[in-house]
């Protein structure tokens, strides 16, 4: 079955430091992932997806086929990077369980 | 223009009543799912439809949960006899099609609470 599986359920960082979420996947064919981002009072939304390669709001996600991985990463957090954030696989868009980041000042 | 929206933003029910959820989606959008959203478990999928396509109920819990979508567009997710576990937020999205860099556009959710 397929599986997205994010370890932590809460990080903490400061402001400046740099941040990884860890985000594994279980799926037998090419992986589509997907980054979704949940802030304070607003609607879920795609950050970024793997397939375009891109650096939003100064995030960027490799894929990694050997580990399966699909780790999001920002060199320098800052406050309002602040939210849940979700590692989803196109299929049905199945969902991690989610991390809430929480950058401190 | 307008995003996904639905109502109502909020339920309290008894259990044992049945309720019903309602999602408008984008306007053209052919896509449409529900998730669920619980305390500590993430998202959890439910149905999916696309087009004129037999729906993908694969990821209702039980036979108690239902969705239709009538005329390719507003669609409406159906709880009976509901249960105290049924509490979660739902949530509703849509995307323009099913393709491989789609992005699917959520709704701000119904929080539903079965006492």
């Known amino acids: 079955a397929q599986r997205v599986t994010q370890p932590e359920k809460l990080l903490s960082v400061f402001k400046g430091a740099p941040v990884e979420l860890k985000c594994n996947y279980s799926y037998s064919g090419s992986p589509e992932l997907f980054w979704y981002v949940q802030y304070s009072r607003q609607r879920l939304q795609l950050l970024l997806r793997?397939?375009s390669r891109e650096s939003i709001k100064g995030f960027t996600a490799d894929l990694n086929k050997g580990e399966t991985s699909f780790h999001l990463k920002k060199p320098f957090a800052q406050e309002e990077d602040s939210a849940m954030y979700y590692c989803?696989?196109?299929?049905?868009?199945?969902f991690g369980s989610g991390t809430q980041l929480t950058v401190l000042p | 223009g307008a995003g996904v929206s639905q109502s109502p933003s909020n339920k309290v029910t008894e259990k044992g009543k049945d309720v019903e959820l309602r999602c408008d989606p984008i306007s053209g959008h052919t896509a449409l799912y529900w998730y669920r959203q619980s305390l500590g478990q993430g998202l959890e999928f439910l149905i999916y439809f696309q087009g004129n396509s037999a729906p993908d109920k694969s990821g209702l819990p039980s036979d108690r949960f239902s969705a239709e979508r009538t005329g390719g567009s507003v669609s409406t997710l159906t709880i009976q006899r509901t249960q105290q576990e049924d509490s979660a937020v739902y949530l509703c999205?849509?995307?323009?099609?099913?393709?491989?860099?789609?992005?699917?556009?959520f709704g701000p959710g119904t929080r539903l609470t079965v006492l």
């Open positions: 999205a849509s995307s323009a099609d099913r393709g491989v860099n789609n992005e699917q556009f």
């Open positions: 793997h397939i």
């Open positions: 989803a696989h196109r299929g049905q868009l199945t």
